[in-house]
């Protein structure tokens, strides 16, 4: 499987221009045939918490939806959508879609943790289901950013079924080292690859985010690291070594679910 990771600087609350953006790096992604791309967490508009609805998509997740399927059968690949803010009564949810290559959705998953230090529990609200779907029936989740820090939820996620864990983040460059050691941690303990895709440059506040989006394999190490620049990050997995891994050391044979 081929997989291409996307990681730019988000404009706060500019939906235009994010999408110009993304639009551009399409068109040449659609040389490299991939089978799979992966956005970052909020790509639409950033965390312009206050004004979410000046960009946020409606109940339906529209108008982003209609841009991924565009993108999605122009590409002729699936799209994992990273995340956008959604109508959700009188807040939003941060919703992350996925559709194929012929424009039809097969994922809907809002965030579960809120992260509270950016101010997102008070204008969103929590997701309740997992992230569970599938690519041409091979398993796979999705969780985003601050769920990464929860390994309870993952192992529940992944125990539905789960070769690939897809992670889109707006990740800070001050804690660079935790997004490593989170990342090669989720994908050794649940043995499945991860691949992540965090933004890069300031927001509004100042705050700088680390980019470095990536893939590790099934047994922890890193295939390959986007490092700072914007740009698309390529891979090609070899989905294989999931149950390679997971026959090497079954884990999931030897867990004690009636003491946990």
Known sequence: MKVGLLQFNVLAGNRKSNEETVSRYMVE???HKPDVLLLPEMWTGGYDLPNLAAFAD?????PTGAFLRHWAQQVGATIVGGSTPVASGERFTNAMFAYNAMG?????YEKVHLFGLMGEDRYMAAGQQAGNFQIDSVPCAAIICYDLRFPEWIRKTVLHGCHILFVPAQWPMSRLDHWRILLQARAIENQCYVIACNRTGRDEKGVLF????MVVDPWGKVLADAGEPEGWLWVEIDLAQ?????????VFRDRRPNLY
Request: glycine content about 8%; hydrophobic content about 30%; overall charge negative.
């Open 29 to 31: 992604a659609i040389e």
């Open 104 to 108: 039809e959705r097969l994922l809907s």
């Open 210 to 213: 680390a980019g470095h989006s």
């Open 58 to 62: 409606d109940t339906q997740g529209e």
């Open 242 to 250: 999931v149950e390679k891994v997971r026959n090497k050391i079954p």
